[in-house]
């Protein structure tokens, strides 16, 4: 009952005005744990029309009546207001309560207390309000600190899901947050939420609490949501509900970002696909949660994609517009896809069903022409930065997907300035991958000064530059020809550079030992420069 910001029969009795009337209860044992939500004094037979419910009612019984019928009706009215507890002061009026005053009372269900000591009613009026609006403020308290810690969450740069996640915490039940119309958009809790959402299929248990989220508008560009906190595992109080329009003012923060239903849906698929990548949702857990989100694959492999975009590139623009693309591309070749993005990291994870292993190609070069097509359309490319890179994984099952995600997310980040292709094979960038992950050890840094130092010294102060030629050198294994002719130079003149190059760094370029320290320099460049 602390929980419910008031305190209980019991609590007031124990406190020392009434506990120095030595109270004895009468009746209704068994319901001394009612909350009193106020308590009023009075002498009047009609009494209970001036009451509310919730208080605790001192009386010394000089409006109760001489009659049985009287008291019994006296009674029974102030349990139908539902009043929490009757205490009655024994004295001048009565010496002990009657038997029909005490049975009425049991019937109804109604704590009846008779007070052996004179008490001032006044001063048990001041006590227990005391205590009523210290816990009120207790309460406060509470619903406070959660809202501060997902005021926290929301700076530090988490968004719905950790916000969702405090107020699961603190409720110890399942919280989702659903549009006007009751589309999931989110779910947090311990267990598996998205499996209890399903189970209840729009059926809210007794006690649910559901609070709006402000800042929601008669047009398209405003997101309707709703937070909805389910009594699954026990009982909510109401501090709980103030918690959760705290929450929701959070939130609202987040719908604005947002602007609309279906970018946030889409940025709730991202956390489920990066939770699968990071190991926070397991293999067996994931096909349930996924048919939730409406992806729905047939018996084939899954094929994980990553597309991440320029990091000098802002997240702003219409990411609805880009999932938007993306699944109306593939629809139309029927491939079941779930899309999330990730606006804060610029990234946007997907999931693919694909029918046989030898789709994956033909499914790529689709996937990766929405990609691009979604960003143009979406206005997330700016002129000058480098184009978006979109890896493709192995494809598998769902263990193979959890570590493909991860496995692409990353390599999408490490082949960031490479030579732009429509789509990387995961598989083929391992070296570059293993190179970015050492980009803060001050030994590649050192590894690529003393492998390439002097052409980059070279190349800051002379002309031509004689780094692309290497690179283009390494790039065709060594072959002349080739290479003369991707730099529009006659042969003579690419000898020339070659042996310039060979000089410079004092090294022989038809060493294959050479060829492969020189190769992985100009890889590692990229992450030291």
């Given at each position: 009952m602390e929980n419910q910001g008031g305190i209980t029969v019991q609590r007031a009795l124990e406190l020392p005005g009434l506990r120095g009337g030595l109270p004895e209860v009468v009746a209704g044992a068994d319901r001394l744990q009612r909350t009193v939500r106020w308590v009023h004094a009075g002498e009047v037979p009609n009494i209970a029309s001036l009451l509310k419910g919730g208080e605790l009612l001192l009386t010394t019984g000089l409006g109760l009546g001489t009659r049985p019928a009287e008291q019994r009706a006296f009674v029974r009215r102030l349990a139908d207001r539902g009043i929490a507890a009757l205490v009655v002061e024994l004295g001048p009026r009565f010496s002990r309560l009657p038997a029909t005053l005490v049975e009425t009372a049991r019937a109804a269900g109604l704590p009846l207390v008779q007070l052996h000591r004179e008490v001032p009613f006044v001063s048990v009026t001041e006590e227990v309000h005391t205590e009523i609006v210290n816990g009120h403020y207790a309460l406060l308290q509470r619903a406070e600190e959660v809202h501060r810690r997902c005021t926290e969450a929301l700076l530090g740069g988490g968004g719905v899901p950790q916000v969702l996640r405090i107020l699961a915490d603190f409720a110890g039940n399942p919280v989702f947050l659903e549009t006007a119309d009751g589309q999931l958009l989110y779910?947090?809790?311990?267990?598996?939420?998205?499996?209890?959402?399903?189970?209840?299929?729009?059926?809210?248990?007794?006690?649910?609490?559901?609070?709006?989220?402000?800042?929601?508008?008669?047009?398209?560009?405003?997101?309707?949501?709703?937070?909805?906190?389910?009594?699954?595992?026990?009982?909510?109080?109401?501090?709980?509900?103030?918690?959760?329009?705290?929450?929701?003012?959070?939130?609202?923060?987040?719908?604005?970002?947002?602007?609309?239903?279906?970018?946030?849906?889409?940025?709730?698929?991202?956390?489920?696909?990066?939770?699968?990548?990071?190991?926070?949702?397991?293999?067996?857990?994931?096909?349930?949660?996924?048919?939730?989100?409406?992806?729905?694959?047939?018996?084939?492999?899954?094929?994980?994609?990553?597309?991440?975009?320029?990091?000098?590139?802002?997240?702003?623009?219409?990411?609805?517009?880009?999932?938007?693309?993306?699944?109306?591309?593939?629809?139309?070749?029927?491939?079941?896809?779930?899309?999330?993005?990730?606006?804060?990291?610029?990234?946007?994870?997907?999931?693919?069903?694909?029918?046989?292993?030898?789709?994956?190609?033909?499914?790529?070069?689709?996937?990766?022409?929405?990609?691009?097509?979604?960003?143009?359309?979406?206005?997330?490319?700016?002129?000058?930065?480098?184009?978006?890179?979109?890896?493709?994984?192995?494809?598998?099952?769902?263990?193979?997907?959890?570590?493909?995600?991860r496995h692409a997310a990353e390599t999408a980040t490490a082949a960031q300035g490479l030579t732009d292709r429509p789509w990387y094979d995961a598989r083929r960038l391992d070296i570059d991958l293993l190179l970015w992950r050492l980009r803060d050890h001050p030994d590649l840094a050192a590894f690529v000064d003393r492998a390439i130092g002097p052409l980059r010294e070279h190349d800051r102060t002379s002309r031509p530059p004689l780094l692309p030629t290497l690179q283009t050198y390494l790039a065709h294994a060594g072959r002349k020809a080739e290479t003369a002719r991707e730099l529009h130079l006659n042969r003579q003149t690419l000898y020339n550079r070659l042996a310039r190059i060979a000089d410079l760094l004092g090294t022989d370029l038809d060493d294959p030992q050479t060829v492969l320290a020189l190769s992985l320099a100009l890889r590692a460049r990229r992450h030291t420069s």
């Open positions: 779910a947090a809790g311990e267990g598996e939420p998205l499996q209890v959402w399903e189970g209840l299929r729009g059926h809210r248990p007794a006690g649910a609490v559901l609070v709006e989220v402000p800042g929601g508008g008669p047009g398209t560009g405003f997101v309707r949501a709703r937070i909805a906190l389910l009594p699954v595992v026990g009982p909510l109080a109401p501090v709980h509900r103030m918690a959760a329009e705290r929450a929701a003012g959070i939130l609202a923060v987040v719908l604005m970002q947002a602007r609309q239903e279906e970018e946030l849906a889409a940025r709730g698929r991202g956390d489920f696909l990066t939770d699968l990548a990071e190991g926070r949702i397991s293999a067996e857990d994931a096909p349930a949660q996924a048919r939730v989100l409406g992806f729905k694959p047939g018996e084939g492999p899954l094929l994980p994609v990553v597309m991440r975009l320029a990091s000098e590139l802002s997240p702003t623009g219409n990411w609805a517009v880009l999932a938007r693309a993306v699944l109306e591309e593939l629809a139309s070749v029927g491939v079941p896809v779930l899309l999330g993005v990730r606006p804060v990291e610029g990234r946007v994870p997907l999931l693919l069903g694909l029918r046989g292993e030898s789709e994956r190609t033909a499914v790529a070069d689709r996937v990766a022409v929405a990609l691009r097509a979604g960003v143009e359309r979406a206005g997330l490319e700016r002129a000058g930065a480098h184009p978006p890179v979109v890896v493709v994984g192995v494809a598998g099952g769902w263990a193979a997907a959890s570590a493909g995600l």
